[in-house]
């Protein structure tokens, strides 16, 4: 009767393991795939585009709003464009720093979490490998 009986730490260190994976197990074992530059790249490039899409559609939103003062007057384009150019370039290059820093610690924490995972899943396969072993054979 005592060896069918439930192991109450083993049940304890499985749930612990599961939830860990459960909590961060996707974006775990996806960062895992990639180099940290890799990923940092791949990040980067995606907000490329997405802050070039976002400010684009602003610029027509504001062309659009202000196009009745923009016919009016004698040379709309050249200063507007200057302008937008200038601001395009500065709202990247701050868009990029914050993608760079956010997805670094985001790569960096992933592995921690990794780390700890196969860390604990080493302890635990080793820790109940040896009892069963002491106690089967």
Known sequence: ?????????KIKQMTELA?????????MFE?????????????????FFVYTFCFILIVIL???????DLMSSVNP????????IVI??????????????????KYDEAQ???KVYNDRLNYFEKKFDSKSQNNGG
């Open 1 to 9: 009767m005592g060896e069918y009986m439930l192991n109450e730490e």
């Open 19 to 27: 939830l860990l994976k459960k909590r961060k197990g996707e974006q």
């Open 31 to 47: 960062i895992d795939n990639y180099f940290k530059e890799d990923y940092v790249g791949k990040q980067m490039l995606r907000s």
């Open 62 to 68: 504001a062309i659009l709003y202000n196009l009745e």
């Open 77 to 84: 384009i050249g200063l507007f464009s200057i302008v937008y």
């Open 88 to 105: 395009y370039i500065l709202g990247l290059i701050a868009f990029e720093l914050i993608t760079y820093r956010f997805f670094s610690k």
């Open 112 to 114: 921690r979490n990794l």
